[in-house]
């Protein structure tokens, strides 16, 4: 029996948390025991009770929604919940293209002796001139071909701007209760994320096998896949949050008034969205 | 303010002894966990800084080696600030944010659970490392590249991993005490109405969400490229080790108001109760917060003054660094106002306060000195910079936190604190701070260097007089917990006011405060 506070709910004791702290250090610990050369068995298992976790967690939530627990009040926790949760995430990729913009205006131009550093580069790097992309004066990870813009890049902007369209397309239906096309459009929002996710995995093999360009290019290798790696990451798990709204939309769930898990599923999707757009010109498009 | 309505019932099914604590979704459960893992954590971490002071109490090397004296240097600032400071004001905030805005519990309860039960786990990743071959984390708390990717010891990438669980439970803790405070306010408890130490707290929480994740880039980057070949802090591959120091700065100057803004908003608590005062300058208060926690995002390069920045730079974060001595100035001079002939009293919670104002202004002062770039490059990493930090760390956030234990007390247990043996602890380890605390400004002024175990012979005599001073400090803290300890086993039986002309909600409702409270939304008006 929950405690009924003027309306609020309030949950019961619960066990998710505890099994995802379980699950969290398993999966760490195994990372790292891996890194060290150790089996990755322990990561694996942390990762299947993370897994557990998330199904059960998240199945309660829904449950309690769908049995009508929550009140507007609960319901604007989990936006501000949400909102704040997205602008954490937008911070966590700040860091990386701040990391990108200080490498391209600062320490590379410093390295091939801009500002007062005609020393710096004389006397330990006399034959790097500055540009951009590099692998630094090291000629870290040899030679490479940097990924250009207007190939895969620009199909894949094309993909997720699409997304961005179907899934408000959904959105609409979800308002005017038309079912049929709101699974259509979330069809569609989820096909496109798994089309994009497909095309990055060509474009990393490309980049691998025919471009000498890898994660230990460098700086410019370093950038480039840190920060298409987390977007795709990211991708990934918007598609995957999208996948189970699309199915939940099967199952008849969301009402025309009440759907805040579409809504915030849809949040994410769009900042994924935006960090894309950054990530095209400031990673592809500008050199 | 109206009545509480409470009520106290157990529920049916819930669970009973130790699953109690690790299911629980009470916002007074999860204050009272987060406040006694910070306290283990600060034991921990003190013991480790009596070893470095027993090192020290003479020159030469005598107690331990280099390595695990660094070892130790290191693993004291990350527990003492990622495992005590932290937690114990996510602790406060737990237990008083819903007392003193009227609301039922968080916002998002379970969430909360987790926020804490992540904490153990990575407190034993963290410490485990000692145990690891080749010893733990030992490049100092701000584990600079390349000291932490290319000369580290293996067990670093489980800290890396611990830093992660770190940054995972302070940004859910902030975001639920942002929902909470937007979204779980009595009606009539407008912003402008809150106390302010809620406002200090949705601030901070402000911070820990714009941060925490850059310290996650972070290292998440030194994890790269210690395992994966990346370049980020190598020079040959196009990066910099400086950049490191940026982001990392980037975080951790904000970080260091994350520490101090909840401890501003304690004693906007005590003082105003114990001079029968309102606090003078309520929006001013919050106005010099909201300043503060901006102008933090801005100044982050006054830690590299001596890394190597153009002379414009230094410029810049040099007289930005200025521009924080005024809102923090308003706040004192606020405080100060407050007592202004009020009819001032001195219990325990008040001398805690008291010795804030001018203890964390000693520490204030000696920030301003530093943040003069041409001046700072006699002090940077001197034992000058150590006094600092500790004048406003210990004598600043630890003393808010002992202040506000002694304040609200009461209302958690339901019994007062034994007043004789709280002043016995405050002036014991007030005293003995200063001891500790205060030669190190002119060891460091000297030019003894920091994170060194061993010094020349003129900085003998200051040395041991600040062991000594540490290990009383230290001792006074186990005094403190027996004092917590008899609290919570008896004593006098807490009024609901608790303290005469106390202000705020927590104050209408019984002590020890019910298990549920303010099931009915009180009105503020």
């Known amino acids: 029996m929950s405690a009924t506070n003027g309306g609020y709910y309030l949950p019961e004791p619960s066990h998710w948390p505890i099994i995802g702290s379980v699950g969290l250090f398993t999966f760490l610990a195994g990372f790292a025991n891996f890194l060290h050369g150790g089996s990755s068995m322990i990561m694996l298992a942390g990762a299947a009770v993370l897994i557990f976790m998330l199904f059960g967690w998240f199945g309660t939530v829904i449950g309690e929604s769908q049995s009508g627990k929550y009140d507007d009040q609960v319901d604007m926790s989990f936006r501000w919940g949400m909102g704040w949760f997205i602008f954490s995430e937008v911070m966590f990729f700040a860091a990386f293209f701040g990391v990108l913009f200080y490498a391209r205006m600062w320490s590379v131009p410093w390295l091939g002796g801009a500002g007062n550093n005609v020393m710096t580069n004389e006397l330990l790097w006399p034959a790097f001139e500055a540009m951009w992309p590099t692998n630094g004066p090291g000629d870290v990870g040899g030679d490479f071909q940097m990924m250009g813009a207007w190939g895969i890049p620009a199909i894949n902007t094309l993909i997720l701007l699409s997304s961005g369209v179907t899934v408000t397309w959904a959105h609409w239906a979800l308002k005017k209760e038309n079912r049929g096309q709101l699974i259509l459009g979330l069809l569609a929002t989820v096909a496109l994320g798994f089309l994009f996710l497909s095309l990055q995995v060509y474009e990393y093999y490309h980049a691998y096998t025919e471009l000498g360009l890898t994660l230990g290019s460098g700086i410019y290798g370093s950038t480039f896949f840190m920060l298409t790696g987390f977007h795709g990451l990211h991708v990934t798990l918007g598609a995957t949050m999208l996948l189970v709204i699309l199915i939940r939309s099967i199952k008849g769930h969301f009402t025309a008034d009440n759907h805040f898990a579409f809504e915030a599923v849809a949040w994410y999707w769009h900042f994924v969205d935006v960090v894309w757009l950054g990530l095209f010109v400031f990673v592809y498009w500008l050199v | ?525």
């Open chain 2, 1 to 525: 303010m109206s009545t509480a309505t409470t009520h106290d019932e157990h529920h049916h099914g819930a669970p009973s002894g130790i699953m109690r604590w690790i299911t629980t979704t009470n916002h007074k459960d999860i204050g009272t966990l987060y406040l006694w893992f910070a306290f283990i954590m600060f034991l921990v971490g003190g013991a480790m800084a009596m070893v470095i002071r027993a090192e020290l109490f003479q020159p030469g090397l005598q107690i331990v080696d280099p390595n695990f004296f660094n070892t130790m240097t290191t693993m004291h600032g990350l527990l003492m600030v990622f495992g005590a400071i932290m937690p114990a004001m996510v602790g406060l905030a737990n237990w008083q944010v819903p007392l003193m805005i009227g609301a039922p519990d968080m916002a998002l309860p379970r969430m909360n659970n987790w926020s804490f039960w992540i904490l153990p786990f990575a407190g034993i990743m963290l410490v485990s490392t000692l145990f690891m071959e080749g010893g733990g984390p030992n490049f100092g708390w701000t584990f600079y590249a390349p000291l932490s990717t290319t000369f580290a010891p293996k067990s670093t990438d489980f800290f890396i991993f611990a830093v992660h669980m770190l940054g995972f439970s302070s940004i859910m803790g902030a975001i639920n005490i942002i929902a909470t405070v937007l979204n779980m306010r009595a009606p009539g408890m407008t912003l402008m109405k809150m106390p302010l130490f809620v406002w200090t707290w949705f601030i901070t929480a402000f911070l820990l969400i714009a941060v925490m994740p850059v310290l996650a880039g972070v290292v998440t980057m030194m994890l790269t490229d210690r395992n994966f070949g990346t370049s980020f802090f190598s020079a040959a591959g196009g990066g910099d080790p400086v950049l490191f120091q940026h982001v990392f700065w980037f975080f951790g100057h904000p970080e260091v108001y994350i520490m101090i803004l909840p401890a501003f908003g304690v004693i906007s608590q005590i003082i105003p109760t114990f001079a029968r005062k309102k606090l003078f300058g309520y929006s001013s208060m919050v106005y010099a917060t909201a300043s503060i926690a901006f102008l933090s995002f801005i100044v982050w390069a006054h830690h590299m003054f001596t890394t190597g920045m153009p002379v414009a730079g230094e410029l810049y974060f040099m007289y930005a660094t200025m521009m924080i001595a005024v809102p923090t100035a308003v706040k004192v001079f606020n405080w100060t106002a407050t007592m202004w002939r009020g009819s001032m009293t001195f219990e325990t919670p008040m001398l805690w306060a008291v010795s804030f104002v001018f203890l964390f202004t000693i520490g204030g002062f000696t920030g301003l000195m530093m943040g003069v770039a041409p001046v700072d490059m006699q002090y940077h990493d001197t034992y000058f910079i150590v006094a600092h930090f500790h004048y406003v760390l210990v004598t600043g956030a630890l003393f808010a936190i002992f202040g506000a234990v002694y304040y609200w007390i009461p209302k958690w247990t339901g019994h007062m604190y034994d007043e004789k043996l709280g002043k016995i602890h405050f002036w014991w380890s007030a005293i003995s701070v200063n001891v500790l605390f205060f030669p190190q400004h002119f060891i460091g002024l000297a030019g003894m260097p920091r994170r060194i175990p061993d010094y020349s012979l003129q900085f003998a005599d200051w040395n041991m007089i600040s062991s000594l001073g540490g290990f009383a400090f230290g001792l006074a803290q186990l005094f403190f917990l027996y004092i917590i300890i008899k609290t919570i086993k008896g004593g006098e039986k807490a009024t609901t006011q608790v303290w005469e002309d106390a202000e705020g909600l927590e104050w209408t409702v019984p002590s020890p405060a019910p298990y549920h409270t303010f099931a009915t939304a009180p009105e503020v008006r």
